[in-house]
């Protein structure tokens, strides 16, 4: 099983990243798909999140109207389209893999930076 993230880097603040979150190993169209964050110092939090079939989306409040979580379940794919970006965006972005029905383990992806300066 792989989760593998790409995407992130530097970007000054009202830019623009595109993530991306690879999956392989298990059936990627029977997993809600997640993407955490998390900053130096601070705890994992959820940033979005898709389901399976009729992909119905959910977005942390601070994010909501700037970010934009989709799938690709022909190419095991999800992204994380994260525009108006903030210096309080840093953090390394997690992809998080769990399974639908409730049941079994998640996987997580290694993560990727994104860095929001100027």
């Known amino acids: 099983v792989q989760l593998v993230e790409s995407g992130g880097g530097l970007v000054q603040p009202g830019g623009s990243l595109r993530l991306s979150c690879a999956a392989s190993?298990?059936?990627?169209?029977?997993?809600?798909m997640r993407w955490y964050r998390q900053a130096p110092g601070k705890e994992r939090e959820l940033v979005a999140a898709?389901?399976?079939?009729?992909?119905?989306?959910f977005y942390r409040d601070s994010v909501k109207g700037r970010f934009t979580i989709s799938r690709s379940n022909a190419k095991n794919t999800v992204y994380l389209e994260m525009n108006s970006l903030k210096s309080e965006d840093t953090a390394v972005y997690l992809c998080?893999?769990?399974?639908?029905?409730?049941?079994?383990?998640?996987?997580w992806g290694q993560g990727t930076q994104v860095t929001v300066s100027s």
């Open positions: 190993g298990f059936t990627f169209s029977s997993y809600v």
């Open positions: 898709i389901t399976t079939r009729t992909g119905n989306t």
């Open positions: 998080n893999a769990a399974p639908a029905t409730g049941w079994g383990v998640d996987y």
